[in-house]
């Protein structure tokens, strides 16, 4: 008797797993049909925005590499196996999906990845900054970031650094060929650079006491801290408005189609779609308070209206 009492119980159980499992997978199905939906509308949307020269340029181009520095976390990570994965390779994604184009990001040390676009080796630049040297070679997008810079070094030495001009007469380490800290260092005046191949070798030097300070992006604050630790600490923060970085896309001269369709799709995303990015490779909670101005930036990009941290 308890036996076959059991055994219906057995069933029953058996019967309404399979019932809520159907259940889910009906209703996965039902979302992902929604989904599906909301991407057509959205690219088939878009594709009528283009004009019938930019549906063509996108047909007879199937491939759009773009290159990016390859220590630029968290604009991209190289994982164990190259794979690359990051802000910048989401919002390549974001690109892709909306406007069909086949956009893939490749990675290395940014003064190799420009002179490669140059070259058109590749066919233009992530994150880059509108440089006059570079219109030769190159037509602008569009911002679709904003950076500010700092002077990291050791805590000891953070203290004594009160404006920009007490910056002078020190040596102070930077990413080589990243033209607009070149132009923040002019503007400081009598420094001696110390030449690096990543920020995370600028803030090296400044560790192995080769130099005094590194130029870094703010957003390099969390990445920098899991590795140095309480050895980190940003003196002064660049934030004059002539040193905040509008970064864009650095596309080859001869494809304006391309900077059209980017900028169309720029003007496309909602700002809740930067805001998801950003919240998953620059969460606030990596950084300590003092230290969470990096989102506080990314967020204001997004023409969000952030109160500054006390």
């Known amino acids: 008797m308890m036996l076959s009492i059991f055994k219906r119980s057995s069933l029953l159980f058996s019967i309404l797993m399979v019932s809520i499992i159907a259940f889910a997978v ?49 604009f991209v990570y190289i994982k164990n196996g190259g794979e690359l994965e990051g ?41 880059s900054a509108v440089v006059e040297s570079r219109r030769e070679y190159f037509a602008f997008t569009d911002p679709y970031n904003m950076l500010k810079y700092a002077a990291a070094t050791i805590p000891e030495k953070a ?9 002078k007469g020190k040596k102070i380490a930077y990413l ?34 080769k130099s005094d300070f590194a130029l870094v992006p703010v957003y390099q604050y969390a990445p920098l801290r899991k590795i140095y630790h309480q050895a980190l600490a940003f003196a002064y923060v660049f934030t004059q408005q002539k040193f905040v970085l509008k970064t864009v896309y650095s596309i080859r001269k001869d494809w304006p189609e391309l900077v059209s369709i980017i900028n169309k799709a720029l003007s496309a995303f909602d700002v809740s779609d930067k805001l998801a990015l950003f919240d998953k490779w620059v969460p606030m909670g990596a950084v300590s308070t003092e230290y969470a101005r990096p989102k506080l930036v990314l967020l204001q990009s997004c023409g969000h209206e952030v109160k500054p941290l006390s």
């Open 26 to 74: 009906n209703l996965s199905l039902h979302a992902a049909d929604e989904l599906t939906d909301d991407f057509e509308q959205s690219h088939t949307a878009f594709l009528n925005k283009l004009t019938p020269e930019e549906k063509a340029w996108l047909k007879a181009h199937p491939v759009i590499k773009i290159g990016i520095g390859d220590s630029w976390a968290p």
């Open 176 to 209: 080589k060929g990243n033209a607009w800290v070149r132009k923040i260092i002019d503007s400081i005046g009598e420094v001696q650079t110390v030449d690096a191949t990543s920020e995370e070798e600028a803030f090296r030097f400044v560790v192995q006491g």
């Open 87 to 127: 802000y910048d390779v989401d919002f390549a994604t974001m690109i892709n999906a909306l406007t069909g184009t086949n956009i893939q990001i490749v990675a290395g040390q940014w003064k190799d990845i420009v002179a490669q676009a140059e070259r058109r080796e590749i066919d233009g630049l992530a994150e």
């Open 159 to 167: 203290a004594a650094i009160r404006s920009m001009s007490d910056l």
